[in-house]
């Protein structure tokens, strides 16, 4: 009999970064690896019309359950949907910390960090979200016949911070899909539109968060500026309030007409951003994976990252590693990959580091943690 899996893609919606990429990127690599897998997708309307443009559609089952509209999507990923999984499936896989506290069939959970509990954002609309996390997800971790951490660094927060044991949590990392990339725009065009100096642009591509740690970055900029006194800095990635900070910590160290707080830019601009980058800097407090370190390093910019969390895990030796904490480390970092020698062997590292993370890896691994959870739950 083939394999029963739902896969609880319910919270999905366009333009919600890594989740989006997962959901979009395993399900075509579980088909490829168990071709005989019933896949059934559950979803809200607009995470569906997503999920029918891709490729692989047709080749699974997609559902849209009451209970699935903005605002009773949490209550029904904790109970309902526990339920319905148990009547219809044999596994259940929820990867966006939320699961049913009680199901029949075998609960798999994937709990990529826990930002939530460590630095916890609780700006604008966010404190009720984050509440109902802190509230619900140690339950459900500690429930859950399978949990899954995407870096061994997740999955050490996960049993500190939630404590899940160990023998329930499966390190499985991301993948990295080198997707057909949009036509550039050119470097001298976005100088011009985003009033960018002839100057050498640090990079850094993440959603304002207090946790991407971009307060520091700032800070940093100013020391490099002492001996680069042309650099600036690029900021790409979703708007929050928390630019408010950004722009205020920009002000205060004199650095406001070199530094560019840029929010959505499409995808043309992006990679005509990596390709004008002398240097992509992520000196994150927290990540689960950290996909933005392997991104740069597959374009051919250096990197300079963080010394804690999953970073180290995914940089390997091919980038600089500096202590997040220290503005005066993350400064020194940056004038270390701003040097064309250094760089210049960063990137030939960088380059080969994205091929030792596959899509295909994480789904032969997801299965393995499937069938263990179908073991425990029997």
């Given at each position: 009999?083939?394999l ?10 366009p333009g919600?970064g890594?989740l ?11 088909l ?30 997609m559902e ?20 319905t ?72 927060d ?30 001298d ?19 304002k968060?207090?946790?991407?740690n971009?307060?520091r ?22 708007r ?11 002000r ?29 800097a ?88 499937w ?8």
């Amino acid at each position: 009999m083939p394999l029963r899996v739902g896969i609880n893609a319910v919270f999905l919606e366009p333009g919600m970064g890594g989740l989006q990429t997962y959901v979009l990127q395993l399900i075509p690599a579980l088909l490829d690896e168990e071709p005989d897998l019933a896949l059934t997708i559950l979803a809200n309307e607009v995470g569906r019309r997503l999920l029918e443009a891709q490729p692989w559609s047709s080749d699974v089952s997609m559902e849209t359950p009451r209970g699935t509209r903005r605002g009773l999507r949490a209550f029904y990923e904790l109970g309902p949907l526990g339920v319905t999984a148990g009547r219809r499936f044999d596994v259940l896989h929820s990867p966006a910390l939320t699961a049913p506290l009680r199901t029949r069939c075998a609960n798999v959970v994937v709990l990529a960090d826990t930002t939530w509990i460590s630095s916890p954002d609780t700006g604008k609309g966010q404190a009720p979200t984050v509440r109902l996390w802190q509230a619900a997800v140690p339950i459900v971790a500690r429930r859950a016949d399978r949990v899954i951490a995407i870096s061994a660094a997740s999955a050490a927060d996960v049993r500190d911070h939630l404590g899940v044991s160990p023998g329930r949590i499966d390190v499985i990392p991301l993948g990295y899909e080198a997707r057909g990339r949009e036509k550039a725009t050119s470097g001298d065009v976005l100088r011009e539109r985003f009033g960018l100096s002839p100057g050498p642009i640090v990079l850094n591509v993440a959603m304002k968060k207090v946790h991407k740690n971009q307060a520091r970055l700032i800070r940093a900029l100013a020391q490099v500026r002492r001996d680069v006194p042309n650099a600036q800095l690029v900021l790409a990635g979703a708007r929050t309030p928390y630019e408010e900070v950004l722009e205020h910590e920009a002000r205060e160290h004199g650095v406001s007409d070199a530094v560019r707080i840029l929010g959505y830019v499409d995808d043309a601009e992006l990679e005509g951003l990596y390709g004008a980058a002398s240097a992509f800097a992520f000196p994150s407090l927290n990540e689960g994976f950290g996909l933005p370190v392997l991104e740069a390093m597959a374009r051919g910019v250096p990197v300079v990252t963080s010394n804690v969390s999953a970073m180290p895990e995914v940089a390997g030796d091919a980038a600089i590693l500096v202590d997040p904490t220290s503005v005066d480390d993350i400064a020194r970092g940056i004038r270390q990959v701003l040097d064309p020698d250094v760089g210049g062997r960063l990137v030939e590292k960088g380059l080969a580091r994205p091929g030792a993370f596959t899509w295909e890896n994480t789904a032969r691994l997801t299965v393995r943690s499937w069938r263990r959870a179908l073991t425990r739950s029997s």
